[in-house]
Protein backbone atom coordinates (compact mmCIF):
# COMPACT_ATOMS: atom_id res chain seq x y z
CA UNK A 1 0.00 0.00 0.00
CA UNK A 2 2.59 2.30 -1.16
CA UNK A 3 0.37 5.17 -2.41
CA UNK A 4 -2.63 5.26 -0.30
CA UNK A 5 -1.45 8.04 1.41
CA UNK A 6 -3.51 11.09 2.45
CA UNK A 7 -2.81 12.32 -0.82
CA UNK A 8 -3.76 8.84 -2.56
CA UNK A 9 -7.16 7.82 -1.33
CA UNK A 10 -8.81 4.64 -0.97
CA UNK A 11 -12.56 5.36 -1.96
CA UNK A 12 -15.40 3.23 0.00
CA UNK A 13 -15.74 0.94 -3.10
CA UNK A 14 -12.02 0.30 -3.00
CA UNK A 15 -12.59 -0.30 0.60
CA UNK A 16 -15.21 -2.59 0.26
CA UNK A 17 -13.67 -4.57 -2.54
CA UNK A 18 -10.09 -4.63 0.35
CA UNK A 19 -12.95 -6.17 2.80
CA UNK A 20 -14.84 -8.73 0.69
CA UNK A 21 -11.95 -9.84 -0.89
CA UNK A 22 -9.28 -9.64 1.18
CA UNK A 23 -9.95 -9.02 4.59
CA UNK A 24 -11.22 -13.00 4.29
CA UNK A 25 -8.59 -14.54 2.51
CA UNK A 26 -5.41 -12.78 4.52
CA UNK A 27 -5.95 -9.71 5.96
CA UNK A 28 -8.82 -11.24 8.66
CA UNK A 29 -7.17 -14.70 9.32
CA UNK A 30 -3.54 -12.63 9.96
CA UNK A 31 -5.46 -10.25 12.12
CA UNK A 32 -7.01 -12.49 14.21
CA UNK A 33 -3.52 -14.66 14.64
CA UNK A 34 -2.34 -10.81 15.97
CA UNK A 35 -4.74 -10.44 18.29
CA UNK A 36 -4.50 -14.16 20.13
CA UNK A 37 -0.42 -13.44 19.53
CA UNK A 38 -0.35 -10.45 21.80
CA UNK A 39 -2.89 -12.64 24.24
CA UNK A 40 -6.29 -10.55 24.12
CA UNK A 41 -8.31 -10.54 27.00
CA UNK A 42 -11.87 -9.80 28.76
CA UNK A 43 -11.26 -6.23 29.91
CA UNK A 44 -8.46 -4.92 27.96
CA UNK A 45 -8.31 -1.53 26.29
CA UNK A 46 -7.08 -2.28 22.79
CA UNK A 47 -5.92 0.03 20.07
CA UNK A 48 -5.99 -1.24 16.27
CA UNK A 49 -3.51 0.82 14.83
CA UNK A 50 -3.63 1.07 10.77
CA UNK A 51 -6.68 -1.02 11.23
CA UNK A 52 -8.09 -0.75 7.70
CA UNK A 53 -11.99 -1.95 7.35
CA UNK A 54 -11.31 -3.09 10.97
CA UNK A 55 -10.69 -7.02 10.85
CA UNK A 56 -8.80 -6.74 14.02
CA UNK A 57 -10.70 -4.34 16.09
CA UNK A 58 -13.91 -6.11 15.47
CA UNK A 59 -12.47 -9.27 16.44
CA UNK A 60 -10.97 -7.87 19.48
CA UNK A 61 -14.08 -6.56 20.42
CA UNK A 62 -15.71 -10.03 20.82
CA UNK A 63 -12.77 -10.87 22.99
CA UNK A 64 -12.57 -7.61 25.40
CA UNK A 65 -16.55 -7.77 26.38
CA UNK A 66 -18.34 -4.96 27.46
CA UNK A 67 -15.88 -4.33 30.10
CA UNK A 68 -12.67 -3.87 28.25
CA UNK A 69 -12.65 -1.01 24.83
CA UNK A 70 -11.45 -1.26 21.36
CA UNK A 71 -10.58 2.01 19.39
CA UNK A 72 -9.26 1.57 15.98
CA UNK A 73 -7.04 4.37 13.67
CA UNK A 74 -6.29 4.53 10.26
CA UNK A 75 -5.62 7.49 8.52
CA UNK A 76 -7.84 6.31 5.06
CA UNK A 77 -11.44 8.16 5.42
CA UNK A 78 -12.57 5.02 2.81
CA UNK A 79 -11.39 2.86 5.20
CA UNK A 80 -12.85 3.97 8.27
CA UNK A 81 -15.94 4.97 6.46
CA UNK A 82 -16.90 1.43 5.59
CA UNK A 83 -15.65 -0.41 9.03
CA UNK A 84 -18.17 1.95 10.80
CA UNK A 85 -20.55 0.40 8.31
CA UNK A 86 -19.32 -3.12 9.87
CA UNK A 87 -19.90 -2.21 13.18
CA UNK A 88 -23.70 -1.16 13.58
CA UNK A 89 -23.24 -2.11 17.47
CA UNK A 90 -20.46 0.86 17.61
CA UNK A 91 -18.68 -1.19 19.59
CA UNK A 92 -15.36 0.61 18.12
CA UNK A 93 -14.48 3.97 18.55
CA UNK A 94 -13.12 4.31 14.91
CA UNK A 95 -10.82 7.61 14.52
CA UNK A 96 -9.50 8.76 11.03
CA UNK A 97 -6.08 9.38 11.66
CA UNK A 98 -2.46 9.20 11.41
CA UNK A 99 -0.56 7.22 13.62
CA UNK A 100 2.42 9.25 14.06
CA UNK A 101 0.31 11.88 16.00
CA UNK A 102 -2.69 10.32 17.71
CA UNK A 103 -5.57 11.73 19.47
CA UNK A 104 -5.33 9.08 22.40
CA UNK A 105 -4.09 10.45 26.36
CA UNK A 106 -0.97 8.96 27.89
CA UNK A 107 -1.17 5.52 28.85
CA UNK A 108 -4.49 5.04 27.60
CA UNK A 109 -3.95 1.54 26.44
CA UNK A 110 -3.06 -2.16 27.65
CA UNK A 111 -2.41 -3.16 24.47
CA UNK A 112 -1.61 -1.46 21.25
CA UNK A 113 -1.80 -3.59 17.31
CA UNK A 114 -0.90 -2.91 14.12
CA UNK A 115 -1.88 -6.14 11.31
CA UNK A 116 0.39 -4.32 8.20
CA UNK A 117 0.81 -0.77 8.37
CA UNK A 118 4.58 -0.62 9.84
CA UNK A 119 6.45 -0.89 6.58
CA UNK A 120 4.43 2.00 5.21
CA UNK A 121 5.23 4.41 7.76
CA UNK A 122 8.11 6.90 6.14
CA UNK A 123 8.80 7.61 10.06
CA UNK A 124 8.64 4.44 11.73
CA UNK A 125 10.79 5.82 14.67
CA UNK A 126 7.70 8.31 14.99
CA UNK A 127 5.21 6.14 14.74
CA UNK A 128 6.56 3.42 17.87
CA UNK A 129 6.68 6.45 19.89
CA UNK A 130 3.43 7.21 19.35
CA UNK A 131 2.62 3.45 20.27
CA UNK A 132 4.28 3.99 23.32
CA UNK A 133 2.98 6.88 24.39
CA UNK A 134 -0.43 5.47 24.66
CA UNK A 135 0.73 2.57 26.33
CA UNK A 136 -0.03 2.08 29.63
CA UNK A 137 3.67 0.91 31.87
CA UNK A 138 4.23 -2.54 30.73
CA UNK A 139 1.47 -2.36 28.21
CA UNK A 140 2.12 -5.09 25.37
CA UNK A 141 2.48 -4.15 21.44
CA UNK A 142 2.25 -6.85 18.43
CA UNK A 143 2.79 -5.65 15.10
CA UNK A 144 3.13 -7.77 11.75
CA UNK A 145 5.20 -6.81 8.70
CA UNK A 146 5.29 -9.57 5.64
CA UNK A 147 8.41 -11.13 4.90
CA UNK A 148 10.25 -10.12 2.04
CA UNK A 149 8.96 -11.04 -1.68
CA UNK A 150 10.44 -14.30 -2.64
CA UNK A 151 8.44 -15.34 0.89
CA UNK A 152 5.30 -14.42 -0.54
CA UNK A 153 5.65 -16.33 -3.96
CA UNK A 154 2.20 -15.48 -5.44
CA UNK A 155 2.65 -11.65 -4.59
CA UNK A 156 6.35 -11.78 -6.28
CA UNK A 157 4.78 -13.48 -9.19
CA UNK A 158 2.27 -10.61 -10.10
CA UNK A 159 5.23 -8.04 -8.85
CA UNK A 160 7.36 -9.49 -11.87
CA UNK A 161 5.13 -10.02 -14.20
CA UNK A 162 4.24 -6.36 -14.31
CA UNK A 163 7.78 -5.20 -14.49
CA UNK A 164 7.75 -7.39 -17.44
CA UNK A 165 5.24 -5.48 -18.54
CA UNK A 166 6.74 -2.34 -18.18
CA UNK A 167 4.34 -1.25 -15.23
CA UNK A 168 6.30 0.08 -12.07
CA UNK A 169 5.51 -2.46 -9.24
CA UNK A 170 6.35 -0.26 -6.04
CA UNK A 171 2.54 -1.10 -5.30
CA UNK A 172 2.96 -4.44 -5.16
CA UNK A 173 6.18 -4.83 -3.87
CA UNK A 174 6.12 -2.22 -1.03
CA UNK A 175 4.01 -4.03 1.46
CA UNK A 176 7.02 -6.97 1.48
CA UNK A 177 10.03 -3.88 2.03
CA UNK A 178 10.59 -4.71 5.70
CA UNK A 179 11.21 -8.44 6.06
CA UNK A 180 14.41 -8.41 8.11
CA UNK A 181 13.59 -9.78 11.60
CA UNK A 182 16.43 -8.33 13.11
CA UNK A 183 15.81 -4.87 12.06
CA UNK A 184 11.98 -5.24 13.46
CA UNK A 185 13.73 -6.27 16.54
CA UNK A 186 16.15 -3.42 16.55
CA UNK A 187 13.76 -1.01 15.49
CA UNK A 188 11.53 -1.65 18.78
CA UNK A 189 14.15 -2.14 21.24
CA UNK A 190 15.60 1.37 20.03
CA UNK A 191 12.29 2.78 20.18
CA UNK A 192 12.33 2.13 24.36
CA UNK A 193 10.22 -1.43 23.99
CA UNK A 194 11.20 -4.37 26.13
CA UNK A 195 11.51 -8.20 25.99
CA UNK A 196 11.12 -7.82 22.39
CA UNK A 197 10.83 -10.49 20.37
CA UNK A 198 9.61 -11.42 16.90
CA UNK A 199 8.27 -14.89 15.55
CA UNK A 200 8.17 -15.65 11.53
CA UNK A 201 4.36 -16.91 10.47
CA UNK A 202 3.31 -18.23 7.33
CA UNK A 203 -0.60 -18.62 5.84
CA UNK A 204 -2.21 -20.27 3.35
CA UNK A 205 -5.32 -18.71 1.64
CA UNK A 206 -6.41 -20.60 -1.31
CA UNK A 207 -8.17 -18.55 -4.37
CA UNK A 208 -10.22 -20.21 -7.39
CA UNK A 209 -7.43 -19.41 -9.51
CA UNK A 210 -4.31 -16.88 -10.41
CA UNK A 211 -6.66 -15.17 -12.26
CA UNK A 212 -9.10 -14.29 -9.49
CA UNK A 213 -6.29 -13.54 -7.19
CA UNK A 214 -5.14 -10.69 -9.70
CA UNK A 215 -9.05 -9.85 -10.20
CA UNK A 216 -8.78 -9.61 -6.30
CA UNK A 217 -5.89 -7.64 -5.81
CA UNK A 218 -7.11 -5.29 -8.62
CA UNK A 219 -10.52 -4.16 -7.09
CA UNK A 220 -9.47 -4.33 -3.51
CA UNK A 221 -5.52 -4.11 -3.19
CA UNK A 222 -5.23 -0.73 -2.09
CA UNK A 223 -2.24 -0.03 -3.88
CA UNK A 224 -1.73 -2.88 -6.37
CA UNK A 225 -5.25 -1.63 -8.07
CA UNK A 226 -3.40 1.30 -9.36
CA UNK A 227 -0.35 -0.34 -10.67
CA UNK A 228 -2.58 -3.24 -12.35
CA UNK A 229 -4.79 -0.38 -13.45
CA UNK A 230 -2.02 0.81 -15.70
CA UNK A 231 -2.21 -2.72 -17.91
CA UNK A 232 -4.90 -2.10 -20.87
CA UNK A 233 -6.92 -5.15 -21.55
CA UNK A 234 -4.33 -7.14 -23.52
CA UNK A 235 -2.11 -6.31 -21.53
CA UNK A 236 -3.95 -7.76 -18.22
CA UNK A 237 -4.74 -10.78 -19.91
CA UNK A 238 -1.46 -11.73 -20.86
CA UNK A 239 -0.08 -10.53 -16.92
CA UNK A 240 -3.14 -13.05 -16.02
CA UNK A 241 -1.81 -16.22 -18.13
CA UNK A 242 2.14 -15.30 -17.18
CA UNK A 243 0.93 -15.49 -13.20
CA UNK A 244 -0.99 -18.69 -13.94
CA UNK A 245 2.10 -20.66 -15.26
CA UNK A 246 4.62 -19.32 -12.63
CA UNK A 247 2.23 -20.42 -9.97
CA UNK A 248 0.85 -23.84 -11.49
CA UNK A 249 3.27 -25.35 -9.24
CA UNK A 250 0.88 -23.80 -6.08
CA UNK A 251 -2.68 -24.91 -7.40
CA UNK A 252 -4.54 -27.61 -6.13
CA UNK A 253 -6.74 -29.44 -8.32
CA UNK A 254 -9.38 -29.22 -5.32
CA UNK A 255 -9.05 -25.91 -3.86
CA UNK A 256 -7.18 -23.80 -6.04
CA UNK A 257 -4.19 -21.14 -5.74
CA UNK A 258 -2.50 -21.80 -2.88
CA UNK A 259 -1.13 -18.04 -1.88
CA UNK A 260 1.30 -18.51 1.29
CA UNK A 261 2.10 -15.24 3.04
CA UNK A 262 4.96 -15.19 5.37
CA UNK A 263 5.13 -12.50 8.04
CA UNK A 264 7.16 -11.45 11.07
CA UNK A 265 4.93 -11.45 14.36
CA UNK A 266 6.57 -8.66 16.98
CA UNK A 267 5.62 -8.28 20.73
CA UNK A 268 7.01 -6.42 22.92
CA UNK A 269 6.01 -4.30 26.30
CA UNK A 270 6.34 -0.38 27.58
C1 LIG B 1 -2.27 -3.21 4.48
S1 LIG B 1 -3.50 -2.18 5.15
C2 LIG B 1 -3.89 -3.17 6.58
C3 LIG B 1 -5.21 -2.82 7.18
C4 LIG B 1 -5.61 -3.64 8.40
N1 LIG B 1 -4.64 -3.53 9.47
C5 LIG B 1 -5.85 -5.09 8.04
O1 LIG B 1 -5.01 -5.94 8.37
O2 LIG B 1 -6.87 -5.39 7.40
C6 LIG B 1 -2.55 -0.84 5.89
C7 LIG B 1 -3.39 0.27 6.47
O3 LIG B 1 -2.54 1.20 7.15
C8 LIG B 1 -3.06 2.49 6.96
N2 LIG B 1 -2.01 3.46 7.24
C9 LIG B 1 -0.82 3.57 6.59
N3 LIG B 1 -0.11 4.57 7.16
C10 LIG B 1 -0.85 5.10 8.16
C11 LIG B 1 -0.67 6.15 9.09
N4 LIG B 1 0.44 6.89 9.11
N5 LIG B 1 -1.64 6.40 9.99
C12 LIG B 1 -2.79 5.67 9.96
N6 LIG B 1 -3.02 4.66 9.11
C13 LIG B 1 -2.07 4.38 8.21
C14 LIG B 1 -3.56 2.49 5.52
O4 LIG B 1 -4.50 3.51 5.28
C15 LIG B 1 -4.16 1.08 5.41
O5 LIG B 1 -5.53 1.07 5.70
Not at 99 to 124: E, H, R, S, W
Request: glycine content about 8%; hydrophobic content about 40%.
Amino acid sequence: MADNGKDGEIDTSAAEAFEKYLVPTIFGPWSEAMIDHVRTEENHRLLDVGCGSGAAARYAAQIVGTGGSVSAIDFNAGMIAHARTLDPDRRVDWQQGDVTDMPYNDGAFDIVAGNQLLQFLPDKEKGLSEMKRVLVDKGRLALTVYCAPHRNPAHAAVATSLEKHGVDAKGVVHPFSFGDPVMLGDLLQDAGFKDVSVVRKQMDSYFPSAENFIECLAAGGPSSRHALEQLDADGLKSLKAEVTETLAEFVDPKKGLRVITAANMALARA
